[in-house]
């Protein structure tokens, strides 16, 4: 079965600084798809980024990108040029390819507060 | 366009009774999942439909049941209520393809008492 793991329950940024939130996971698949999406105190799930698995380039959204690193497992998110809006908890998510379903895998989160 | 419609909002509901949300998909959508998100276990996948068929259902005991619709709008009932069934319960809907993405609902907030 697939598993996401976040390991950092809390992040803290100062405004105009960078970021990188942590993502590991695991599956014996070799095509999914990978995201992060960003859920602010309103409660709406917000996608943010994606990234496909046999893409090699890492995806770019804005001030959001992505390192992964698909021997390791790993999915970081970094944020550049950290605005005070940017406070919200983060989860990645894991899917298999759609088609066959639309199911999401989500890591347990990452709060980040954003310090003006 | 439209987003995904979830209602009610808030619920308040007694031990012992049953409850059903709605979740309206974003129009072409046929594919809608259910997530329970509580801040012990996270959120966790509870059920997908696909053009009114149950495709994919996660662990989560009997009690917990939906359906679709003919015009893709879905509804999730949770019978004899616990008080561990306290949650923001999320909707999304997707669209055709490997490469759709999901669109989030703003969720209900059920509080059982």
């Known amino acids: 079965a697939q598993t996401v793991t976040q390991s950092q329950p809390e992040m803290s940024v100062q405004e105009a600084e960078t970021v990188t939130l942590s993502c590991t996971y695991d599956t014996s698949e070799s095509d999914y798809y990978l995201f992060w999406y960003k859920q602010p105190p309103s409660r709406q799930m917000i996608l943010v980024i994606r990234?496909?698995?046999?893409?090699?380039q890492n995806a770019t959204e804005n001030r959001f990108s992505v390192n992964f690193q698909k021997a390791a497992k790993s999915f970081s998110l970094k944020i550049s040029d950290s605005q005070l809006g940017d406070a919200a908890m983060y989860f990645c998510a894991y899917r298999t390819p759609g088609g066959a379903t639309n199911k999401l895998i989500f890591g347990t989160g990452t709060l980040l507060a954003v310090q003006p | 366009k439209a987003g995904v419609t979830q209602t009610p909002r808030y619920l308040i509901k007694t031990r012992g009774q049953q409850v059903t949300l709605s979740c309206s998909p974003i129009?072409?959508?046929?594919?809608v999942s259910w997530y329970q998100q509580t801040p012990g276990q996270g959120l966790q996948f509870l059920f997908e439909y696909f053009s009114e068929t149950q495709r994919n259902k996660g662990n989560f005991p009997g009690r917990f049941s939906g359906r679709q619709f003919s015009n893709s709008r879905s509804e999730m009932n949770v019978s004899t209520l616990e008080l561990g069934d306290s949650a923001l319960y999320l909707c999304?809907?997707?669209?055709?393809?490997?490469?759709?993405?999901?669109?989030f609902g703003q969720g209900t907030r059920l509080t059982v008492v």
């Open positions: 990234q496909e698995a046999y893409k090699q």
């Open positions: 129009s072409g959508h046929r594919s």
């Open positions: 999304a809907s997707s669209g055709r393809g490997r490469n759709t993405e999901a669109f």
